[in-house]
């Protein structure tokens, strides 16, 4: 497991504008007003060549009363929880507050390597005097960062890094298929992994956007090793009024981010929605393999062409992904759900093929003898070869005369060549295309 750091503080003092600097992209939503932040938002980053998972949280408010600051707080404290380091972020502006005191009081007991930031330090030469204040917190030397311009962010890494804990071999598990489950809020996500599990681990309810955070289970059976993420359901985002459910969004692409394997669970009662095509999209954009679950078949009355019929219709609206197994369960009663296993071994598998550059040219030979590379204005494609550069998904390089006369429609040839002959099954492939000239 890489290491994991959260950014944790009262609210409003720049955690999430550190966190987008840290990660180099606005992953948070910044907005001046306490509690924005309601869900952990986590990113993968990297610094002086070692990988580290990254977390925002919710301000923390120890007195909190209402219901969503307790829920803040909780989330905060769990991520404190599964932290290696903790970075605390205070700001200048105020000075230390009593807040600032509690929060460093909860963090000292958590007994976690803790690293005090002190932002909005926005001038560079000498700090602001008013930074020797924070040492009566107790957390050793604080750090003058500044969110807003970047000053200080790297000896603020440099610092958790030292804190880092020392990772053995033993404890990364390569073998561990990683599975998001998503969808639409109540289409059987959280029912379906508790049936997987035996026990109910998650909240099953049909209100919609009860499970709002990622959760990840592992799940050791006879197929295989696993870790199951679940979702939040991911709204039209006409719908999404409440921030916490942007925040729920967030952490669904997340997931599908760091998954191997995507379950693309639909209702089949309502068959594929706008908004199912939307969520297909980001695991098909993220180039992850995938398995589309039709679940409630038991709701539905059936005759012996019903299932064929349903594939279709599925597959036809879902044509971007076509190369993905349909699967029809009952989350419910259980039934093919023993299948989904054999399944995500075998996308898992097909998305990690390697071919080799010469099957790979043979099945290309072969291909343009059966239909000859279009031209234009007399001037022909030449595909000079094609060679695999990565896996999950496949990655193929082709080299050609004329990057303009690749066209599309024949790229999808090529492709449906390719998957015939290598199968690919579950999972979608990228193409770079290269022509004389090119730099590397």
């Known amino acids: 497991m890489k290491p994991l750091i959260a950014i944790v503080g009262r609210p409003n003092v ?18 001046d007003t306490p509690g924005v932040t309601r869900d952990r938002l986590y990113a993968e980053c990297d610094w002086s060549g070692v990988k580290f998972d990254l977390v925002d949280t919710g301000g923390i408010e120890p007195r909190a009363d209402t219901e969503i600051l307790r829920f803040i707080r909780e989330q905060a404290e769990l991520a404190i929880d599964t932290a290696d380091v ?6 200048i502006g105020t000075g230390v ?3 600032d005191r509690d929060v460093a009081g909860l963090l000292l007991r958590s007994n976690k390597p803790i690293v005090l930031a002190v932002n909005k330090m926005d001038s560079t030469g000498q700090p602001d005097p008013a930074i020797y204040e924070f040492y009566s917190l107790g957390l050793g030397d604080p750090i003058a960062v500044s969110a807003l311009h970047g000053h200080g962010t790297g000896d603020l890494l440099d610092s958790c890094l030292a804190a880092f804990p020392e990772v053995s071999e033993t404890d990364e598990e390569p073998d561990r298929i990683k599975v998001a489950v998503i969808g639409k809020p109540n289409v059987g ?8 599990l035996g026990e109910n681990r998650l909240i099953v309810s049909n209100v919609a956007g009860t499970t709002r955070d990622a959760v990840d289970t592992k799940v050791d059976n006879d197929y295989g090793k696993y870790v199951f993420i679940d979702t939040a359901g991911i709204r039209r985002r006409s719908r999404v009024a409440d921030r916490i459910e942007k925040f729920s969004v967030m952490r669904a692409q997340l997931a599908i981010e760091r998954s191997d394997v995507c379950l693309i669970m639909l209702d089949a009662r309502e068959g594929v929605t706008e908004q199912d095509t939307k969520i297909a999209g980001l695991a098909h954009e993220a180039g992850k393999a995938s398995v589309i679950i039709v679940n409630k078949w038991d709701l539905i009355e059936k005759d012996s062409k019903t299932m064929d019929k349903m594939r ?10 076509s190369y993905a197994p349909v699967l029809f369960i009952s989350a419910l009663t259980g039934q093919r759900t023993a299948r989904i296993f054999e399944l995500v071994n075998y996308v898992n598998n097909q998305s990690s093929m390697r071919i080799t550059t010469g099957m790979l040219n043979n099945v290309l030979t072969d291909a343009q003898a059966r239909l000859q590379p279009p031209s234009d204005k007399g001037r022909r494609l030449k595909i000079y070869y ?5 896996v999950r998904p ?6 050609v005369n004329s990057r303009e006369l690749f066209h599309f429609s024949y790229q999808r040839y090529i492709e449906n060549q390719i998957r015939a002959v290598f199968g690919l099954e579950g999972t979608p492939v990228r193409f770079s295309i290269r022509q004389k000239g090119d730099q590397e």
Do not use: Y
């Open 394 to 399: 496949p990655h193929f390089v082709v080299f």
């Open 97 to 99: 507050t009593a807040t």
């Open 14 to 31: 720049g955690k999430s504008h550190l966190f987008n600097r840290i990660v180099g992209q606005r992953l948070s939503i910044v907005e």
């Open 312 to 321: 279709a219709e599925v597959l036809r609206d879902l044509s971007f992904m």
């Open 386 to 390: 094609m060679t695999q550069t990565g």
């Open 189 to 196: 996500k959280s029912s379906l992994i508790n049936l997987i």
């Open 86 to 91: 903790i970075i605390l972020v205070t700001e």
